[in-house]
């Protein structure tokens, strides 16, 4: 029956229209792809016994869609320093491109703010522009979507959909100030090579970008290498933006062009309700027109157990040895604390620094429990702004968004 169920969603997956993407996964091009009867399977994504797989990842990501394709890592995938790139969760607007050649792969930098229109090859930049690696923080801005309530729309994201691995790139700053800004630049916008799920060639899937101030940082790159390798297709390759510590949207993928503007970007979800919050707090399921609605820029603070997986079982007078990680976005996290009757106490616990700015930082803690029986441990962050996590999902927004909560595990000690 699962066999049967796996090959009905497989033929299912073809006639959605994504055959295209498939020549990007096979490294080559689906030569007559368009005349394979509905009912009929390349023995190529037969003999996959995923999407995962087909997309170079960790059997255990959970599909949320696959038009466009989305996956998340469970929390426990997520217990590396260093996020691996098969374990690295993948957020796609529309379809990947399909027959990439990173060797006539070319920005182009244009825009009202710009000096002039230049075209770098990805070459160029690798060659005439100095070098930089950071660990970054990637985190969509609807992580942990399926806890609000009345539910908001969306794929339902749990809590999986961030990551913190080493990007390797040139810095955006360098790229701009090459290129020249003028006095009036305000903000960058970024357009990829990927394709409307329409399938119109003219419809851009999604152009968002970052405040001029966020693009100069240091570490806003655009990145060529994920722990030291090229970026899987998934994740953008050739190039892709990167800005730690803001929602995930802004660091475009297959990034060919980047204007710089003297307004706020008006590309493709950047306006209406797209990964903007309430400017101010509303009752639950309340409409708010899109004029009272704010983008949203540095992601809040935030914590996860990697370490065990929910459901630990242990005998009674045995520790938990327990570890995770916690961000702020554009801030650091100060303060890490542990409770497991609920936040009546909580233990404060030793949270490294970053090994550079918008890494995640880790935490170890040891619980004891004072009897047999059912617990939760549950973490929590605070910033070195004073900001803490809230026990319970916070203010409710139309797209649900922002979601910080604690995290929680539960524990089973026996007799």
Request: net charge neutral; aromatic share 8%; with cysteine.
């Amino acid at each position: 029956m699962a066999k049967n169920r796996r090959n009905q969603q497989r033929r299912e997956f073809i006639r959605t229209g994504l055959l295209a993407s498939f020549g990007s996964l096979l490294g080559m091009e689906l030569v007559y792809g368009k005349y394979i009867p509905s009912d009929l399977i390349p023995l190529e994504i037969l003999s996959s016994n995923s999407i995962s797989e087909l997309l170079d990842k960790h059997p255990e990501l959970i599909e949320l869609n696959d038009r466009p394709w989305n996956l998340e890592t469970p929390a426990h995938l997520l217990n590396d320093d260093v996020t691996p790139a098969d374990k690295m969760f993948v957020r796609n607007n529309g379809s990947m491109p399909q027959n990439i050649d990173a060797d006539t792969w070319v920005l182009r930098i244009d825009g009202e703010s710009s000096e002039r229109e230049v075209q770098i090859s990805l070459r160029d930049l690798k060659e005439k522009f100095k070098r930089h690696s950071y660990q970054l923080v990637i985190e969509c801005g609807g992580n942990g979507r399926n806890e609000f309530n009345p539910p908001a729309k969306g794929n339902q994201w749990g809590l999986g959909a961030v990551s913190c691995a080493q990007w390797t790139g040139v810095r955006l700053r360098d790229v701009l100030e090459y290129t020249g800004m003028k006095d009036d630049a305000v903000y960058i916008g970024y357009y990829g090579a990927d394709t409307h799920l329409s399938g119109k060639k003219d419809q851009v899937v999604i152009s968002r970008g970052v405040p001029i101030r966020k693009a100069l940082e240091d570490e806003s790159l655009l990145a060529y290498e994920l722990n030291g390798h090229p970026i899987p297709i998934a994740n953008g390759f050739p190039l892709r933006l990167v800005f730690g510590g803001w929602p995930g949207s802004t660091s475009g993928k297959w990034i060919n062009r980047i204007s710089i503007r003297n307004k706020v970007h008006d590309g493709p979800k950047m306006g209406g309700q797209s990964y903007r919050v309430p400017c101010e707090e509303v009752a639950p399921g309340e409409q708010v027109p899109d004029e009272n609605m704010c983008i949203i820029e540095s992601m809040p603070v935030k914590s996860l157990i990697t370490y065990p997986r929910t459901g630990a079982i242990l005998n009674s007078g045995q520790s938990l040895a327990i570890r995770g990680h916690a961000w702020a976005g554009d801030d650091l996290v100060s303060k890490m604390e542990i409770s497991i009757d609920y936040g009546q106490s909580w233990k404060e616990t030793p949270v490294l620094p970053p090994v550079n700015r918008l890494a995640w930082q880790h935490f170890k803690a040891t619980v004891d429990f004072p009897k047999s029986g059912y617990y939760e441990v549950w973490a929590k962050a605070s910033s070195d702004r004073g900001i803490s996590q809230p026990m319970v999902v916070p203010g409710w927004n139309p797209k649900g968004y922002l979601n910080n909560a604690c995290h929680r595990i539960a524990v089973k000690v026996r007799p």
